[in-house]
Nanobody
Framework: QVHLVESGGGLVQAGGSLRLSCAAS????????MGWHRQGSGKQRELVAT???????NYASSVKGRFIISRDNARNTVYLQMNSLKPEDTAVYYC?????????????WGQGTQVTVSS
């Protein structure tokens, strides 16, 4: 079983910053990639950013240049530094990990953390 625990969400004014953290624990043997997705009210879940174990990153065009994803492989933890936040960044942010558990590659999700950006 794998647990992803997110923290760091909250309410911030437009132009402000927040840092999200997500720690993976459990019987996961190796994690190939971790990342963040978000789902705004009435919208589909969308990719925000991902990072591989080797440090390769990928960002949605809407956040490129404002958000920075990083990872601590030793702690199985991924971070999302969000700067210059906009009201349209308001969403529930979900941590995601792709890794091997009991020899099987799986896709795991956290419970989500709310980020609200006021104008």
């Amino acid at each position: 079983q794998v647990h992803l625990v997110e923290s760091g969400g909250g309410l911030v004014q437009a132009g402000g910053s927040l840092r999200l953290s997500c720690a993976a624990s459990g019987s996961i043997v190796s994690i190939t990639s971790m990342g963040w997705h978000r789902q705004g009210s009435g919208k589909q879940r969308e990719l925000v950013a991902t990072i591989t174990s080797g440090g390769r990153t990928n960002y949605a065009s809407s956040v490129k240049g404002r958000f920075i994803i990083s990872r601590d492989n030793a702690r199985n933890t991924v971070y999302l530094q969000m700067n210059s936040l906009k009201p349209e960044d308001t969403a529930v942010y979900y941590c995601n990990a792709v890794g091997v558990v009991a020899g099987i590659l799986g896709n795991y999700w956290g419970q989500g953390t709310q980020v609200t950006v006021s104008s």
